[in-house]
């Protein structure tokens, strides 16, 4: 990738990012539908116009905000551009936080995912729990030649939960990066399937360099919070509101303008 082009892409995602943390601090957000309700309505909605003929409006597609957790240097940044862009970064820069969006097609449903690329480093782990609450999905990446990237992605599990504590059944991925490097392997596959088991979440080993299983991991994670979200690509609330068949609506903060 041209140094001009990522250097303008980084800025203009930090840009974003910030502009998304205001916009958050003063307005909030809702993170959670009444399914229940949507759904009622838009059946009402789609017999009313049925029956006169003509076809229901087309739902707003859903977005699925996806967060990469996991040490510095061990791919996160190679993963996400290499699944936005198709395109691999060989040197290393260490991130801030950059902010991506992208239109998919996810089981034949339009959607959209956002991927929030977070520092690995220790300096920037005061403003995790931030990123992590707005978070839907993680993906916990650590490097197969690194054994203490690998340990350190048992802490970052560890915060996922404790933010989420309200969704202990947040989905996460552990991924192994830099599988072209098995030579250099440091993690065996069956002591990071071990921690997966563990942890009762999927593992996927990958090489952002080869883009070897980039695809599989974000499209995976996608459907796993599709599924959390009721299986409807058009909004809908946690597998938990799913399973008693009753929603429950986050009152929206007001906008105080001072």
């Known amino acids: 990738m041209n140094p001009v082009t990522n250097c303008l892409r980084r800025t203009w995602s930090w ?13 909030g957000y809702e993170d959670e539908v009444d399914v229940e309700a949507n759904n009622n309505k838009n059946d009402m909605s789609g017999q009313k116009k049925s029956s006169a003929g003509v076809p229901a409006a087309n739902a707003q597609p859903v977005v699925h905000k996806v967060i990469m957790v996991g040490s510095g240097g061990v791919g996160k940044s190679a993963l996400t551009l290499q699944f936005m862009y198709d395109e691999f970064v060989e040197e290393y820069e260490p991130t801030k936080a950059d902010s991506y969006r992208k ?14 690329d977070t520092a690995g480093q220790e300096d920037y782990s005061a403003i995790r729990d931030n990123y992590y609450r707005s978070g839907e999905g993680f ?47 440091s ?16 593992y996927i080993e990958t090489s952002a360099k080869d883009r070897s299983n980039v695809d599989k991991v974000f499209y995976d994670l996608m459907r796993e919070i599709k599924q959390r979200k009721g299986g409807t690509l058009t909004g809908g609330a946690n597998s938990s509101m799913a399973g008693t068949g009753q929603g429950e609506r986050r009152k929206k903060k007001k906008c105080t303008i001072l």
């Open 15 to 27: 840009i974003k990012l910030r502009f998304m943390m205001l916009f958050d601090l003063c307005c």
């Open 187 to 202: 993690v065996s596959m069956a002591t990071a399937q071990a921690r997966a088991e563990q942890w009762n979440v999927p």
């Open 103 to 116: 239109k998919v097609v996810l089981d034949g449903a339009e959607c959209s995912i956002d991927i929030l």
């Open 139 to 185: 993906v916990c990446v650590f490097s197969i030649t690194d054994n203490e990237s690998f340990e350190a992605t048992n802490e970052f599990r560890e915060q996922i939960l404790r933010v989420k504590s309200d969704h202990p059944s947040v989905p996460i991925m552990l991924v192994g990066n830099k599988a072209d490097l098995n030579v250099e392997r």
